[in-house]
């Protein structure tokens, strides 16, 4: 009984991050994207490949990030770099991996294949900080 009881604890749980993340991250649009800015939000624009292995390190990174951060709020918009090219030009993207964090309308930080939990966490943390002030 004991170990029926952990194994619906442990899928409610399982259950309750896919719906944080589901929250967070979406497909980037521009009008959400636009939305999002001009109403002051802090925005991660992910540009990444479904064949990239530095984008599968970020997206642990910033999984991992919202997993330790719920309370924490932010947007990550993903922009897939094979099929989305005039975003990709938009954001001036060298390649996939690429993270580009906004505060509203500003760029706040901009980064190419950036894997460290610590940076990126860091600069999360301090654009959330800045958005609330």
Not at 18 to 39: H, I, M, P, S, W
Request: glycine letters at 4%; hydrophobic letters at 40%; a neutral charge.
């Amino acid at each position: 009984m004991h170990l029926i009881v952990r194994g619906l604890v442990a899928l409610f749980l399982l259950s309750s991050l896919t719906v944080v993340k589901a929250d967070v991250e979406k497909a980037y649009d521009g009008n959400l994207y636009e939305r999002l800015t001009e109403g002051g939000e802090v925005v991660l624009v992910d540009i990444y490949a479904s064949w990239c292995p530095t984008c599968a390190k970020q997206q642990k990174v910033l999984q991992d990030y919202i997993n330790n951060n719920p309370d924490k709020i932010f947007h990550i918009l993903k922009v897939d770099f094979d099929t989305q090219k005039d975003v990709v030009k938009k954001f001036q993207a060298p390649r996939q991996s690429t993270l580009i964090l906004f505060v509203g309308q500003e760029r706040y930080w901009f980064s190419v294949a950036e894997t460290r939990y610590e940076k990126i966490a860091e600069q999360l943390d301090q654009a959330i900080a800045e958005a609330k002030r």
